[in-house]
């Protein structure tokens, strides 16, 4: 029996790029309790296209966000003091050793600034894209590598998308999610590392059954 293969056209690569646009907002920056919140009203993360109502990683930060709210409507200052505690220690003082900079996972010395990151930079660079400011977020930090691939499926190049995954962003991001998950203080971070692994290779194995059907992509 033939395999069923979805046309690339009937996926909504808009949404999943918003989508990727969120993760990646999320990543880059600490929020308050109030951010966390308003962001569940809006339908957060049950409105995300890849992933299935019943997906472990989308269950998992919808309670995390619902456990945050009675915390964060008792004490909001000592919630957000957590909060913002738990994303520098991932994400600025590299406490948990689990840097969002794919170069820390894949150099031999685990060191930024290394071959990874400037791989990435020529990617971006043959696409007509920069990162806006590499001193302050490098090439491949999670943000940086989400976005672009955001970028590419709004243009409708499913193939770099793909491409560019397989070669960079889940060659580490897998690790980066299982290693957070073990050791961030919170739930709600927890929760966003595992969700963020789960939506790219969700994305992934769409795009893997795109690109291998024998129609062209995009038909």
Same mark, same amino acid.
């Given at each position: 029996m033939d395999a069923v293969v979805t046309p690339a056209a009937a996926v909504p690569w808009s949404q999943v790029a918003e989508d990727l646009g969120t993760l990646s907002w999320l990543h880059a920056s600490e929020h308050p309790s109030a951010v966390w919140m308003a962001l569940e009203q809006t339908g957060f993360p049950q409105g995300l296209v890849l992933l299935p109502p019943d =997906? $472990?990683?989308?269950?998992?930060?919808g309670e995390a966000l619902q456990a945050l709210r009675p915390r964060a409507e008792? =004490? $909001?200052q000592a919630t957000d003091d957590e909060l913002a505690a738990d994303y520098a220690a991932i994400y600025l003082t590299h406490a948990l050793r689990a840097s969002p900079c794919e170069s820390v996972w894949r150099d031999e010395d685990h060191l930024m600034w290394q071959g990874s990151t400037f791989e990435v930079r020529e990617d971006y660079r043959r696409h007509g894209l920069a990162v806006r400011d590499w001193r302050e977020m490098p090439d491949d930090h999670l943000c940086n590598e989400l976005a672009f691939v955001a970028a590419l499926l709004t243009r409708g190049d499913l193939v770099a998308a793909k491409d560019f995954m397989g070669r960079h962003?889940?060659?580490w991001l897998p690790s980066f999610a299982q290693r957070v998950?073990?050791?961030?203080?919170?739930?709600?971070y927890a929760g966003l590392a595992v969700l963020t692994a789960q939506a790219c290779l969700s994305l992934k194995d769409v795009l893997d059954r795109l690109t291998s059907a024998d129609t062209p992509v995009g038909s």
């Open positions: =997906d $472990p990683a989308r269950i998992g930060m008792a =004490d $909001p962003l889940l060659v998950n073990q050791r961030a203080n919170t739930r709600l």
